[in-house]
């Protein structure tokens, strides 16, 4: 089982929640670089992390359900 974008799904998140993402700007950097990455990785589907940009939703484990998305379908085209 393929477990690389989960984790860093998860390193997104816990980085998001515990350190950055109480200094407002560096917060929404992160965030806007993880949309990047998961644009590239999962296509259309990936902008579901700009979620995270929304002050409130900032607490959902988007990135990690993201990442278990992306394994999922790399486990499947194999």
Do not use: Q, S
């Amino acid at each position: 089982m393929r477990v690389f974008y989960t984790l860093i799904g998860l390193a997104l998140d816990l980085f998001d929640w515990l350190i950055v993402g109480m200094i407002p700007l560096v917060g929404d950097i992160v965030d806007l670089a993880a949309t990047v990455l998961w644009l590239k990785v999962l296509g259309p589907v990936g902008l579901a992390a700009a979620v995270e940009l929304i002050p409130a939703a900032d607490i959902l484990p988007t990135n990690l359900a993201l990442g278990i998305l992306a394994d999922y379908r790399a486990e499947a085209e194999k």
